[in-house]
């Protein structure tokens, strides 16, 4: 049973940083590629970033590229998302999501496990 908690969200100002985790188990971790996604209040889940399974590889959406970065580490089976100069428009439940697949994927259908998400709030 693969389980993703993802952790680290919270009330911020606008300009300011917050730092998700995602701890990952029920598999071989370092083996899949992993994403982040969002969902703000009366929208539809959209993409935020992605690695894939050695990290070596990143792809980001359009409005967090320059601000967002997404990493993870094998040996601890946790993927991170440090988000910098937040803005009032990235509010939304972040969620951790994992496909079956090395290759990162900027598509929900693509991912396989999702966690419950973690609220982000950010404050104009």
């Known amino acids: 049973q693969v389980q993703l908690v993802e952790s680290g969200g919270g009330l911020v100002q606008a300009g300011g940083s917050l730092r998700l985790s995602c701890a990952a188990s029920?598999?071989?971790?370092?083996?899949?590629?992993m994403g982040w996604f969002r969902q703000a209040p009366g929208k539809e889940r959209e993409f935020v970033a992605a690695?894939?399974?050695?990290?070596?590889?990143?792809a980001y959406a359009d409005s967090v590229k320059g601000r967002f970065t997404i990493s993870r580490d094998n040996a601890k089976n946790t993927v991170f998302l440090q988000m910098n100069s937040l803005k009032p428009e990235d509010t939304a439940v972040y969620y951790c999501a994992s496909r079956s697949r090395t290759r990162v994927a900027d598509y929900a259908s693509a991912y396989d496990y999702w966690g419950q998400g973690t609220q982000v709030t950010v404050s104009s």
């Open positions: 029920g598999r071989t971790f370092s083996s899949y590629a």
């Open positions: 690695i894939s399974w050695s990290g070596g590889s990143t």
